[in-house]
């Protein structure tokens, strides 16, 4: 059995509730849940503190509970009865001393000379046993503490595993003679980490590899910054932990990064067989107004997997971009699913620019051509447009 198994085993056994146990060793009852299903491990003080509450043994709770080793030949029992039984002897050599002769000396000096070898090699079989008991318990005592050190390093690497990981663009794209390049910032989330951990980025391209200290944030995950990403090269990352001295490296993942991956593509839909993007001119004397031809908006979002889409607004300019905006569509996610090998996501987002106060349309001096500028925000800030001309009708 697991020590999971084995702990939940034994709580069952002693009639208590997951959250009674958990209360007694002073933990939270979700902690004491994952250690049941295997999905973390409990310290060494915490495992210590188990076994006793539940009347059992650490090893026990490891699934490596001694075998019991073979009683000795002679216990000590034997050895106080042999014992008695030379102090008997004694006595009676004595007795025998006084009223026999020479001869009968001899003889009984052959017997107790006998006697005391024969309890010699029986206390010598017993120390021997002894030793072979100590030496036994010594070599289980060994054993538990190296599964049990095995667990505790379980634990410190459990500490520093990665929960997520993200790349972000730190500005937009850049465009020089030498390329298409995006400064960028990487997010790690360790699924829990000890006080005084740090973390190093190692960042491979090509041959080369570079190192970037990355600086830990108050929701513990950690970001390393004044990465640059070249369009068409291939990055291969990778977290150092650091903690209580002992360093290691977890592999995140590679970035195969392409234009695609910078920005998000808007894609301008018609979910009714009505819906176009046009508009109508009516002159009510000397003003002319503008009526669009369907005022429902909708458009799909082709995100890369690095965004977090937050808002889409269209507006709805009559004079170019001067002043502001005639009308402006806040949209609403209908929608997304993820797809492909890039893990992009794709959302539908709609809205209508209808208003009862501007039913009959818009004042229009007919200086620019209509248009609708679309407005995609994500949930760092970033700030996409584009423009969809309106077709007069």
């Known amino acids: 059995m697991t020590l999971g198994q084995n702990i939940q085993a034994a709580r069952k056994a002693k009639g208590l ?31 210590q503190a188990l076994a006793a509450e539940l009347g059992t043994g650490v090893d026990a709770l490891l699934g490596t509970e001694p075998s019991d080793s073979a009683a000795p030949a002679v216990t000590l029992d034997a050895m106080r009865d042999l014992l008695s039984a030379r102090d008997a002897e004694e006595k009676r050599r004595r007795r025998l001393w006084g009223c026999a002769g020479g001869a009968t000396f001899l003889i009984l000096a052959g017997l107790l000379a006998g006697m005391a070898l ?23 005592q060994a054993d538990l503490s190296a599964q049990i ?17 993200r790349w972000l663009p730190a500005d937009k794209l850049h465009r020089d003679a030498a390329g298409s390049w995006m400064p960028v910032q ?12 740090s973390a190093r980025l190692a960042v491979r391209c090509g041959d080369e590899t570079r190192l970037y200290d990355m ?13 640059v990403f070249t369009v068409g090269d291939n990055y291969a990352l990778s ?41 109508y001119l009516r002159r009510t004397g000397k003003t002319n107004y503008l009526t669009l031809t369907c005022y429902p908006v909708e ?73 609708y500028v679309v407005r995609v925000t994500d949930t760092n800030g970033g700030v996409w447009t584009e423009e969809m001309p309106l077709t007069k009708k």
Do not use: H
């Not at 120390?127 to 289980?140: D, E, G, H």
């Not at 459990?158 to 990981?165: K, M, P, S």
């Not at 990487?186 to 951990?197: L, Y």
């Open 17 to 47: 509730s997951q959250e009674t146990l958990a209360e007694k060793i002073g933990v939270s009852r979700q902690a004491l849940g994952k250690w049941e299903k295997d999905t973390a491990l409990p310290g060494l003080d915490n495992l």
């Open 118 to 140: 024969q309890y010699e090699r029986q206390i010598n079989a017993l120390n021997q046993n002894y030793a072979a008991i100590q030496s036994s318990y010594a070599a289980q």
């Open 149 to 165: 050190s095995e667990l505790q390093d379980a634990v410190r690497m459990g500490e520093t595993t990665v929960l997520d990981w």
């Open 186 to 197: 990487v997010q790690v989330t360790p699924r829990t980490a000890a006080e005084g951990t």
């Open 215 to 227: 600086t830990a944030a108050p929701d513990g995950s950690f970001a390393a910054g004044g990465l």
């Open 239 to 279: 977290v150092q932990w650091t903690a209580d001295g002992v360093t290691t490296s977890e592999a995140l993942g590679t970035v195969n990064f392409n234009e695609e991956m910078t920005k998000p593509t808007i894609i301008w839909s018609t979910g009714y067989t009505s819906l176009d993007y046009g508009y």
């Open 299 to 371: 458009l799909e979002v082709d995100a890369p997997a690095w965004m977090e889409v937050a808002a889409v607004e269209v507006d709805l300019r009559l004079n170019g971009d001067a002043g502001e905006p005639a009308a402006t569509a806040v949209l609403e996610c209908e929608g997304e699913y993820s797809y492909g090998s890039s893990a992009r996501t794709e959302s539908v987002w709609n809205g209508t620019f209808y208003d009862d106060a501007v039913i009959n349309g818009w004042e229009y001096d007919g200086d620019a051509a209509p248009k």
